[in-house]
Structures are given as C-alpha cells and as structure tokens.
C-alpha cells in the first residue's frame, strides 16, 4: 500500500522534479496570455494557474497531469468580466469584472464537485476513437495557430509580424530548440530535452545580447507590469460583490455552467489522453472532484481558474514526469518565480518556448490519421475530419459533443436498420416472428413493417431471444401491434423476452401478463438471461 502511494506521488524523483520546472517555464507565457484573453491582470492568470496545478497534483485524478488557466475557459470569462467593468463603470467600481469572476468560480468548483460526487466522470469512456482522434489534431492546429501570435510584435496600437533579421533570429532560435529536443533524447533521457533546450536558447540570447522577444517584453506588450508578485490572497470583498450582481445572476450561472462543462470535459479529455501515453489509468470522478475544489480556492483567493491543459500535461509525460511530484513541483516553481525569480525568468526568449510547444504540436498530431483515413469506415472519417475542424473553429469542449452527438447518430442509424423477422409457421398453424436486432427508438418503424395483422393466422408468437427491448419507444410499439392482433380477434404471445425486458412491458402496463409466455422450456432462453444477469 505504502509503495502503490508513493510510486503515485513519485516514480522517479529526479525526472518528475526537472520536468516539473520545464513545465513552470512553459505555464508562464501561457498563463500570461490567457489572462489578457480573458481581460484580467496578469498576475491573475499567474495565481490561477498555480492553484489549479497545485490542488489537482495533490488530490487529482490523474498523476503527471498539469492543469492551469486555460484559452477555452478565458474566451468565456472575457464577456463576464467586460460585463462586471461596465456596471462597475456605472457604480464608481474599479475592476468589479474580475470580482464576478470569482464570484462565478465559486459555482463553477461546485458544479464540478457535484459532478465527481454523482460519479459522470465515467461518461469520457462514451467518447469514441475517431472523436479522440480528431480532438487531438485540432488540439494540435489550436495549439500551433496561438504560437503563430508570438512571432507579431506591438508596433503603435497594433500588432504587426515581425520582419527582416527579427524574424529569422526567432526562426533560429525555435528551430535550435527543436534541434536540441530532437537530438538529445538519442544521447540520454535523464535530463528532460525541454528544459535543456529552453536553458542553452535563454543563455546564447543573454550572453549574446541578442534583440529578442522574452517573457518580461510580452508581458509588457500585453499591459502588464512585470511577473514579480506576492503570495495569493483571500478576497474578503466577495460578500460585498455579490451585493453588485443584483439583476445579472444569469450572466452569473449561465457563464458557470459554461465553465464548468468545459472544464471537465477539457480536463477529462486530457486525463484519456495521457492514460494512452502512459498505459495506466486515472480516476475521472476524483478528477472532477479535485478541478472543482481548485476553482473554488480560486474564487476565493484571487486566480482566474483553469483546468488540465493538453500541451504542459504531453510536455511533463514526455519529458518522465509521471508522478504527482512532478506536477506539485511545477507549481511551487511557478509560485518561486512569481515571488523571487522574475527578473531572471523574464529574459527567457519567447523562441524557446515557441519551439518546445512546436515539438508538442508535432508530438500531438495523430499522424497515422492520413495513413487510416481511407480505411476507416467513412462515417468515422467524417467524425474525425468534424471535430478536427470544430476543434480550430470553436473549442474543444464544443468540438467533443458534436463528435460525440454525430457518432451516437450514426450508432443509432445503423442499429435501427438492423432489426429483422424471421417468418415461420408451427404444425398447428402458429405463426411464429423470430425477432433479431435491438427495439428501440430508432427501429421501431422497421419493426412495425414486418407484421400483417389482418392476413396472418389467428395465433402469432413473437420471439424475442435473439433481439432486446431498450426503451419506452418499444414498449410503446408492442403495446401497438398486440393490440391489431387483439382488436381482430387473434391470439398473440411474446416469448423469449429477458426478465428486464418483462419487468418494463409490465411496469408500462400490467395487462402484458396476459401475452407474455413466462414458462418457456428452452436451453437457449436460460442460457441468454443467465449471462445478462451476470453482466448486471
């Protein structure tokens, strides 16, 4: 027990702490850039991402995920937090947007906990192969598309890309960090490439006193004042915002149920990802439960929240970080650079981190996607090249339903067209449908073409050992065709329906008694209801 405990906290110290500080290097710009998405200060984004990673590498589902602020929550935040500034505006409040945001963070961890306690997580195995796929190229263009921001530059009131030998000193300098990321894992995995690659880049720029965008200029660009900050502190004004509100409790809760909604599935996501890396598995409910008490703490000391993030959890796992340590380490880094280390974190070039999220891009792409494309069948080819492209155009959370709904269309489709009867007659002129294929919604009016009340015998059966009764529709649907048979004076009997199955038609409508055959004398019957037993 003591052994499992701490092979979970840490498989191997020394890679979980080195990557655990590459992945406080990479959080920052990230961080940064989210909050000026979601119009918040910097240091915001900052607090967020180490309360998130803090709270979900201890208690969370999923040892070596990292979880931060996030650009899918932020772009959802902005239009809360420009609301909260403009009724601020009219009520003399400076910056009240980001006080409804902690207010609604609240909501949102309880949501998530409430989630974990009624055990959805569960729901991520409903996910199919071709949605993951498909979630994780888009992941892959998303992921490469923000990188492409980092190579403009603040020029006036806009941003304009980079030029001349600004541009091809950064190109250099990314493609060095690539190199090295390539080229070291061949000579020793001891030490993560990442963060040997960011070091030896930060250091040629300093003692080469080359001209780059580093992480203090980006920070400014943006608005900021620079990464150094204090400790996160209690929000004691929050009982005083929420006397702000008033009227826009909506704004409140529709944006929390957003968030939270995104946030697990984003998360959840993540955590089926990095079991596939790392052949193991994590707990989805626990995960929910840790996600929602991080953006309750949030809320309450000043983060802007967050979730798992893709990019930093690939980059932790392939740089050895496997254990909880890793992620515990990747957030008291991140808290050390806010406190003491700002000026030297600062002067890391933009280029290298540019460069070792162009390796988790490349890293991420399901390239074997072109190679099965054409051998897959082509609903599941759509459902990857549409949640691929949702992904870019929307967001992930948006893009995994959709797959999600297409997929469970298109299951439903083909099931509904399954559905058969076989026709036979018995000796004594019984007229027997031996039904196969599953009764549902979706089949229902198939299942009702196959009868011919006013022609057939007086005596019908329907067999049902080969075929299974799913929902109210199908209830419905043989309440229908015994009644034709009835109100023409004909006999008709159900056999062979599972004990789940007669629980339901007599449940709906206890006069079934009458139709349904309970005494069969077959192996076959009791073989089929023993296992469904079994498996329940």
Known sequence: MIARVFNNFTGNPVKDILSGITVALALVPEAVAFAF??????????????????????????PGMISGATGAMAVVMVNLVLKGNEVGTAQGIEYLGVQWLFIT??????????AGVFRLGKFVRLIPHPVMMGFVNGLAIVIFMSQLGLFKEQVGDTKQWIQGSALFVMLGLVALTMLIMWLLPKLTKVIPSALVAIVIVAAITIFAGLDVSTVGSFIREGGGSGLQGGLPSFQHQLLDVVLTISGNWSIILSTAFILAAIGLIESLMTLNLVDELTDTRGSGNRECVAQGSANILNGLFGGMGGCAMIGQSIINVNSGGRGRLSGLVAAIMLLC???????????????????????VVIGTFAWSSFRILHKIPLS?????????????WMDLAVAVIVGVIISALVFAWKNATMIRARKRLKEDGTKVYEIWGP??????????????????????????IESKVSDHSGIEALRSIANKYLD??????????????QALLLKANPKFEKVIETSVDDPRYFVVTDKLDAEA
């Open 37 to 62: 998405v979601a119009d918040v200060p910097p240091l915001v984004g900052l607090y967020g991402a180490f309360i998130m990673g803090l709270i979900t590498a201890l208690f969370g589902g999923r």
């Open 105 to 114: 963070l609240l909501f949102v961890g309880v949501i998530q906990i409430l």
């Open 337 to 359: 650079f806010i406190l003491f280390a700002s000026p030297l974190i600062e002067q890391i070039p933009i280029a290298a981190l540019v460069g070792v999220m162009f390796m």
């Open 380 to 392: 599941d080819a759509i459902v990857l090249i549409i949640v691929s492209a949702v992904t870019v």
């Open 439 to 464: 009764l549902f919604f979706g089949s229902v009016q198939n299942f009702n073409m196959k009868f011919d009340p006013l022609t057939d015998p007086d005596h019908i059966e329907i067999d049902f």
């Open 488 to 501: 023409l004076g004909k006999s008709i009997r159900f056999t062979h329906l599972s004990p789940d199955c």
